[in-house]
Every structure is written in C-alpha cells, then in structure tokens.
C-alpha cells in the first residue's frame, strides 16, 4: 500500500524527523528511524529533489531503484530553501520536529541562514544531525565526502582484495551505510536525552569515522605492532582457516575460529594426521603456513559439491556456509522468514520490493508499508498540518517556494 492504514506499532512512534539528506548516508539513518515508527517528513530541494532521483539506472518504471530502496516509509515534501518563503516554511516545520538530519558540507546550510544555532533558536529542543565527509571539525572538515574517498582515507581499501593486488574498495558502500547507523544510534541516545532534560543538541558523525571504525581488527593490530596490515582477501586476519574455499561447484565460507573447530574440520575432511602436523597444530601454525593450509584444503573439497560439504560440516557443528550471490541471499527462506523482504506500491513504479527492517521488537515491532514518495507527494497536506490555508499553498506553488506531485496525496 503507499499510505498507512493505522497508528505505525514502532518503538518511535513519538518521535518527527526531518531529513534535509539525501542520496544514502543520510537517507539510510532516516529509513531506519522511518522503520521503527518515527514520522518521518522528507524535505528535498528545488529544482529536481534528492539527487538519487536522477540516478538513471536501474530504473522502475521510470523512478529511480535506488531512491525506492532508501526513501520508503517516509513523507515528501519538495521546498526551495533559497526563497526567503521556502525558508520560513521550515522554520516552521522545525518548530515541530525532535530531529533534523543533513549531509551537506559543512557550512551550507549556515550560508541558508538555517544552521544549527539559527534553527534551535526556533526549537531549543531540535536534534540536529549532521553527516559530512569528516566532521565539523578538524583540518579536513571543510571536504565533501564520498563512500569511495572515505573508504580509501581511512585505510579500509588497503586490507581489502587479495594479498599483492591493487586497492580494493567494499562491494557495498560500507561507509555511507554505517554513517547512517551510527546517525541512528546518536539520535536515539540524543532523544533519550531530551526526553530527561527537554534539551536538544548536535550529533556529528562522517563518512571517514564509519569507515575507521570497520578496522577495528586491523587497528589493534596497528597498535600492537606498529605495522599496518595487509589484505587477505577472504581470510581471516587473527585466525585460521576462516574463509572462502572451492567445492566443486562453487564457493563456501568455512570458519575454523577456535582449535576445537580446527579439528572437527580435519575430521571431516578426512585428515585427522593434519591436527598434529606442526604446520597446522596450533593457530599461529596455521597462520603461519595459511596458502599451504588453503591448497590442501581445497584439493580435498573440490572432490565435493557445496551441498555435500555443508550437510558434513553442519553434523560435525563447524560453521559453514554457501557464498551467495545477491539474488540468492534475499530469496532464501531465512531472509522471507525473517522479513527481510517486503513489497511496496508505488503511485508510478508498480509494485515494488525492498530490504527490510534488519532490527526485530517483540513489544513495538517496526511496520514498512509506505513508498518512497514522490517528489512533493505530500507537500500540501504537510503544510496544512503545520497551519497553511490551501490558498497559501497555492501561492507558494505559483512563487516556486513549493512543488507538488501531480498525483500527489490531497
């Protein structure tokens, strides 16, 4: 369905958020935010809106599939905060907003007259979140930020790939997607604070911390050694063996992370001599001798197919599992049971579906049951509930302050 048809059951029922972000870092903390029941009220620029709105494919018919993806659950509202009248109408909004997220670059939305001092002056209660590339302080606060530069920056691709090739950056856009959660876990312990004290405050994170702090193996290592690390590629920096192996029709993770699960491996592949064997006795042994542990391991499971290793290796009680490609990842029964795919109406893509909410609550559950909107969907009925007559709405319209979709909800 595009609307709810109830009261969202979520644990932040209570809270309004507005997001000036837009793209993923920031739109990823206001989707989750959105998830677990907060309302959450999408502010995108004129002209064109959020610019994952122009990301050309792939596309649903015709909308964007990566806005659909981060958008959903929330409300829009397409306002030009470059018109004194746009400016005025979020004032308005912030009046009446716990939170307001933006992933601008520092001082952008202060050139709007609309930063933080400005807007707690209208609500001394606003948590203001800001996600940049690398804060609001420090000699690079004044950069922009980017998932590629950040992950580069804060050494993540110089341990990714394998061993003796180039840079390798995640497949996945690790540093926008973990600024968002981490966005996500400082407005909840910020709100958690106003509900004691009534007082908002700033909560800062970027794109350069999120992706520091997926090294933290990496990091002790660096501290204990005073020498960065180096890629491994699906191997296991501390131990082994703990990574990807071949069956013979395909690839499946095995995780021998403790010596009990080293010798359950060895037994089921047919070597019990290999837990005495000096090379592989001990982990540090294995480390030590890990592409001749890889190589024999292999030579024994390509004599198999993944089915067969996986069924031997579950009955022995060592982790194991297949590597998946997208598609199979979120077509698995694990991830329907789990609801971790939900479907969607949208007014112009169709039926749609998402990822969905990988946070579970027995008492409030989280409930995704509305689309990403359309650009301006819900401009006027937001503005009529933050007090404009229709006839005010008509003349922002007209002045260009606001935009409406044109099958935009009455």
């Not at 509202?77 to 307001?100: M, S, T, W, Y």
């Not at 990496?218 to 069956?247: D, I, N, V």
């Not at 990842?329 to 789990?338: F, I, S, V």
């Not at 006839?391 to 606001?402: L, R």
Request: aromatic share 6%; charged share 20%.
């Amino acid at each position: 369905m595009s609307a709810p048809s109830a009261p969202h059951p979520g644990p932040l029922a209570d809270m309004r958020v507005l997001e000036l972000a837009q793209i993923m870092a920031g739109p990823t903390c206001g989707m989750m935010l959105a998830d677990m029941g907060a309302d959450v009220i999408k502010v995108e620029k004129l002209p064109g809106g959020d610019d994952a709105r122009g990301y050309r494919e792939p596309r649903v018919n015709g909308v964007s599939a990566p806005f659909l993806m981060m958008n959903r659950n929330k409300r829009g509202i397409a306002l030009n905060l470059k018109h004194p009248q746009g400016c005025e109408i979020l004032f308005r909004l912030v009046r009446r907003a716990d939170v307001l997220t933006e992933n601008f670059r520092p001082g952008t939305l202060e050139k709007l007259g609309l930063g933080y001092e400005v807007l707690a002056r209208e609500n001394p209660g606003l948590i203001y979140c800001a996600i940049s590339g690398y804060g609001r302080d420090g000699p690079l606060a004044d950069k922009g930020g980017f998932d590629l530069i950040a992950q580069g920056f804060s050494g993540l691709m110089s341990v990714t790939g394998e061993p003796g090739g180039p840079p390798v950056k995640t497949g996945n856009p690790v540093a926008d997607i973990n600024a968002g959660i981490l966005a996500v876990v400082g407005i909840l312990a910020a709100f958690a604070y106003k509900q004691r004290t009534g007082r908002g405050q700033i909560v800062d994170t970027s794109l350069f911390e999120a992706a520091l702090q997926q090294t933290y193996w990496h990091a002790a290592s660096y501290f204990a050694t005073g020498e960065s690390p180096a890629p491994t590629g699906s191997a296991h920096l501390l131990t082994a063996p703990y990574q990807a192996f071949r069956a013979r029709d395909g690839w499946l993770n095995i995780g021998g992370a403790n010596q009990a699960n080293w010798e359950r491996i060895a037994d089921v592949l047919g070597h019990p001599e290999w837990r005495d064997d000096p090379r592989f006795a001990t982990n540090s042994a294995r480390m030590a001798n890990l592409d001749t542990l890889a190589a024999a391991m292999n030579a024994v499971l390509g004599t198999r197919t993944k089915a067969e290793w996986i069924a031997a290796f579950d009955a022995a009680g060592v982790p194991v599992g297949p590597v998946h490609s997208v598609g199979q990842a979120l077509t698995h029964p694990q991830a329907l049971a789990r609801h971790m795919v939900v479907e969607l109406t949208h007014p112009q893509a169709g039926p749609t579906r998402a990822i969905g909410c990988p946070v579970h609550f027995s008492e409030t559950p989280t409930r995704i049951d509305r689309a990403a909107p359309l650009l301006g969907e819900h401009t006027r009925v937001l503005l009529r509930e933050h007090g404009y007559s229709d006839a005010e709405i008509d003349g922002f319209v007209a002045a260009g302050v606001v935009e409406t979709a044109a099958a935009a909800v009455p």
